[in-house]
């Protein structure tokens, strides 16, 4: 072969790979079928409620510092520091502007199933729809009805605040590839209906394996840590191991994490502290039956060693 003609093979080559890019790296929004259907379920504000304190949609959208009543203000402002650099949580109070008030059930669908933007881009994975993907649509359409109730903030959202090559969106289209799924994270009986519903909620809506799940170098789940515990992503301190394997909550029952859960107070007498109270105060307005399924779900665990050893 000459050198003309390896020239053009080397070229045709590079189009069809970067081509080839292109297409497994661009946003793939829900199919219409599950859009549609999404659509024409009548939203529950009310049971919306329990998924917008189990999704601890306050925690990150909320101003920072927000309490009580301030709290359903969602007009952002919350910054999450990381390896990647620091993401800015967004207004998305019902503002038609500032907010998401403009959007429809299926572009709030694919935000959370999908990771994709109105717009049809890549979410950045620190908002954590590598969970809320295992949410139902029936719980979809209950969460967009709440937050449509809420009070709208015109407070303009930040931006984020990444640096190259992070900032370059298509580049989350690869990571969605080899990290992004709605599968179980664990095994478990699905002949028990509470061990069910504590998998849902802790793996989908409650997102707790954001936090306490270690990851590699490129923020991918840890194969095998699902829970383990984890440096703090914000670089503070350690997020516990959850499952019996350590000693964090391993010698508590199953009634002393749902109690922990609704009071903030541990076995030992101790408060609840850190990122953590946060959480707490979200699970404490959930259903007592919610937060025992979580209980049942935590203890049921495989033991797992430590993800930050």
Same mark, same amino acid.
């Given at each position: 072969m000459n050198r003309a003609a390896l020239g053009i093979g080397v070229?045709?080559?590079?189009?069809?790979?970067?081509? &080839?890019?292109?297409?497994?790296?661009?946003?793939?929004?829900?199919?219409?079928?599950?859009?549609?259907?999404?659509?024409?379920?009548?939203?529950?504000?009310?049971?919306?409620?329990? @998924?917008?304190?189990?999704?601890?949609?306050?925690?990150?959208?909320?101003? =920072?510092?927000?309490? *009580?009543?301030? %709290?359903? +203000?969602?007009?952002?402002?919350? %910054?999450?520091?990381?390896?990647?650099?620091?993401?800015?949580? =967004?207004?998305?109070? =019902?503002?038609?502007?500032?907010?998401?008030? /403009?959007?429809? +059930?299926?572009?709030?669908?694919?935000? &959370? @199933?999908?990771?994709? /933007?109105?717009?049809?881009?890549?979410?950045? =994975?620190?908002?954590?729809?590598? /969970?809320?993907?295992?949410?139902? *649509?029936?719980?979809?359409?209950?969460?967009?009805?709440?937050?449509?109730?809420?009070?709208? /903030? *015109? +407070?303009?959202?930040?931006?984020?605040?990444?640096?190259?090559?992070?900032?370059?969106? %298509? @580049?989350l289209g690869g990571w969605k590839l080899l990290f992004f799924t709605d599968a179980p994270r664990e095994s478990v009986d699905q002949t028990n209906a509470q061990l069910v519903r504590g998998q849902y909620l802790v793996e989908g809506p409650g997102h707790c394996g954001e936090c306490h799940t270690p990851r590699n170098l490129i923020g991918g789940f840890v194969s095998g840590g699902w829970l383990s515990g984890a440096p703090n992503p914000e670089g503070k301190g350690i997020i516990p191991n959850l499952t019996p394997g350590g000693k964090s909550i391993k010698d508590w029952s199953a009634s002393d994490i749902a109690y922990y859960l609704e009071s903030g107070f541990t076995p030992d007498f101790d408060s609840v502290g850190g990122s953590m109270v946060e959480v707490q105060a979200n699970m404490a307005k959930l259903e007592s039956s919610d937060r025992d399924a979580i209980a049942a779900y935590l203890k049921a665990l495989p033991a797992r060693p430590n993800g930050w050893e």
């Open positions: 070229g045709v080559a590079a189009v069809a790979a970067a081509t &080839l890019g292109l297409v497994l790296t661009q946003p793939k929004p829900l199919k219409a079928e599950r859009l549609e259907a999404i659509a024409a379920l009548e939203g529950n504000a009310e049971a919306g409620e329990t @998924l917008f304190w189990a999704g601890g949609c306050a925690s990150c959208h909320a101003a =920072p510092g927000a309490k *009580d009543e301030a %709290r359903l +203000v969602l007009s952002g402002g919350v %910054r999450l520091t990381s390896d990647f650099g620091t993401f800015i949580g =967004p207004n998305i109070s =019902p503002h038609p502007q500032a907010g998401i008030g /403009s959007w429809s +059930v299926a572009d709030f669908a694919n935000a &959370l @199933l999908a990771g994709v /933007s109105p717009e049809g881009g890549h979410y950045y =994975p620190a908002f954590p729809y590598g /969970s809320y993907t295992r949410m139902s *649509d029936r719980d979809v359409a209950d969460l967009f009805a709440f937050m449509g109730t809420l009070p709208e /903030s *015109d +407070v303009a959202s930040l931006p984020h605040e990444v640096g190259f090559p992070f900032n370059i969106r %298509r @580049l």
